[in-house]
T-cell receptor
Framework: GENVEQHPSTLSVQEGDSAVIKCTYS??????FPWYKQELGKGPQLIID?????GEKKDQRIAVTLNKTAKHFSLHITETQPEDSAVYFC?????????FGDGTTLTVKP | GAVVSQHPSWVICKSGTSVKIECRSL??????MFWYRQFPKQSLMLMAT?????????EQGVEKDKFLINHASLTLSTLTVTSAHPEDSSFYIC?????????????FGPGTRLTVL
């Protein structure tokens, strides 16, 4: 089955700096890669996603890049703000089933 | 984005009792629903996938007789934890996907915190 590895497990940045979280996947058949933000005690919220036929997607301060050859994809957050502090999960989906990374705890220091 | 609700948001029960958690899609047809379990500071563990009107498909290691899933309508799925024990205490999250939508993204509910005493 699919295996998703996510790094780093924790990330601390200063407000205004950029944050990058990386994920690798094993199954070349995976074709959909969402990123979720989860705040304490709440369910995950989709923040951005990318499909396998696209290399990059951007939505305001958030961007995702995908390298299908290397089987890795990354989340980029620019101009970080304290409210960006949360746990971020990547996922890879194939045949309707999503496999999640272990999560990255992002802390943005004011 | 689409909204998925869960009820209750938290529940405390005695060991041996059964607990039912509801998951509803509020503004779309959830052709597929997923149930996850999440332990503190850990990732989401998929328990089962259900398609409306069909029996749920359980992941390896998940007891289907203990975690009963019903997906009888396009807007409602329920997870019943039968004869709950303290080790069943966890955060249960449902997710729904609209198979009729070409976009096909997956939306998560807010989760239910189950504590078994």
């Amino acid at each position: 089955g699919e295996n998703v590895e996510q790094h780093p497990s924790t990330l601390s940045v200063q407000e205004g700096d950029s944050a990058v979280i990386k994920c690798t996947y094993s199954d070349s058949a995976s074709n959909y890669f969402p990123w979720y933000k989860q705040e304490l005690g709440k369910g995950p919220q989709l923040i951005i996603d990318i499909r396998s036929n696209v290399g990059e997607k951007k939505d305001q301060r958030i961007a995702v890049t995908l390298n299908k050859t290397a089987k890795h994809f990354s989340l980029h957050i620019t101009e970080t703000q304290p409210e960006d502090s949360a746990v971020y999960f990547c996922a890879a989906r194939e045949a309707g089933k999503s496999t999640f990374g272990d999560g990255t705890t992002l802390t943005v220091k004011p | 984005g689409a909204v998925v609700s869960q009820h209750p948001s938290w529940v405390i029960c005695k060991s041996g009792t059964s607990v039912k958690i509801e998951c509803r899609s509020l503004d779309f047809q959830a052709t597929t629903m997923f149930w996850y379990r999440q332990f503190p500071k850990q990732s989401l563990m998929l328990m089962a996938t259900s398609n409306e009107g069909s029996k749920a498909t359980y992941e390896q290691g998940v007891e289907k007789d203990k975690f009963l899933i019903n997906h009888a309508s396009l807007t409602l799925s329920t997870l019943t934890v039968t004869s709950a024990h303290p080790e069943d205490s966890s955060f249960y999250i449902c997710s729904a996907r609209d198979g009729f939508s070409s976009y096909n993204e997956q939306f998560f509910g807010p989760g239910t915190r189950l504590t078994v005493l």
